[in-house]
C-alpha cells in the first residue's frame, strides 16, 4: 500500500502516515499527527497538534486542524482532537482540539460532512452521520448526537446539547439543550415542533412517528412543571423507544436550560 506526498507538501517525519494516503500540493502536517488508511489531503491543508484523521476521510483545500483552541484558559497542555472515518471536510473548515478543563478531546464521528467554513470549538463531541451546513458553527464543549443537521450560518452556544436526530434550521441561535427529534427555527432559536422530515428519510415509521407526536405535545403542555410532565410521559409511553430518547435526554444533567416551542407556557 503505497502513500502520495507532493514534493511542495511539509510533513514532519513524526508524523504518522498509514497506507493509501494522498497528501496534495502545500499541505502542512505536525509531528504528532497520524492519519489512517485512506486519508486525503487535496491541498493547502494544514494538520497540527496531537491530531487523528480516520480512515478515508477526505479534507478540502485551506481547512485548519488541529490548531490551538481558541480559548484564552489554555496554557499549551497536550490535548487531542479526535476525527472518525469517512467524513467530508470541505474548504475553510476550522477544528480545534480539547482544552484540560474540557476533559482534553474534541471528537468527531464518522461519516460526517462539514460543508465550507463550518467551525468546531474546543471539547466538542459530535456524534456519525453529522452535517453542517456552510459557516455553521459551534462554540466549545457543544454535543452533537447522530444524524443532526445544523443549517447554514447558524450558531451553538457553548456547552448545549443537540439530540439526535435533531435539525436546526438555517441562521439560527441555539442559546438551550435541543431534544432528540426536535426542530428549532428562528433568529434566538424556538422549538418548531419535530424534525418529522428527518425522521421519514431514515425509515421511522408511522407509528413511531405519531407515538412521538403525542407525547411531544404532552411534554410541551402548559400544564405543571416540566419535571411533572416527563413523568407523566414516562408512565404512558412506557416501552416506547422514541420516547425514552427523549425523556433520557431531559433528564440528563446538564449546564442549560431547554429550547421551548415559541410561546409556551409551561413551566421548566
Known sequence: MSKTIHPTAVVDPAAQIDGNVEIGPFCVVGSGVRLHDGVRLLSHVVVEGDTTIGAGTEVFPFTSLGHRPQDLKFQGERTQLVIGSSNTIREHVTMNPGTEGGGGVTQVGDQCLFMAGSHVAHDCRIGNQVILVNNATLAGHVSLGDHVIVGGLSAIHQFVRVGKHAFIGGMTGV??????????????????????????????????????????????????????????????????????????????????????????????
Do not use: C, W
Not at 435541543?178 to 428549532?184: D, K, L, S
Not at 410521559?233 to 416501552?239: I, M, R, T, Y
Open 175 to 268: 442559546e438551550a439543550d435541543v431534544i432528540p427529534y426536535g426542530m428549532v427555527l428562528g433568529e434566538r432559536g424556538f422549538l418548531g415542533g419535530l424534525n418529522l422530515v428527518g425522521l421519514k428519510r431514515r425509515g421511522f415509521d408511522r407509528e413511531a412517528i405519531h407515538t412521538l407526536r403525542k407525547a411531544y405535545r404532552m411534554i410541551f403542555s402548559d400544564e405543571g412543571t416540566l419535571k411533572e410532565r416527563v413523568e407523566d410521559v414516562g408512565g404512558e409511553f412506557a416501552g416506547e423507544e422514541v420516547v425514552e430518547d427523549v425523556l433520557s435526554f431531559i433528564r440528563a444533567k446538564s449546564d442549560r436550560s431547554f429550547v421551548l416551542p415559541k410561546g409556551s407556557g409551561g413551566s421548566q
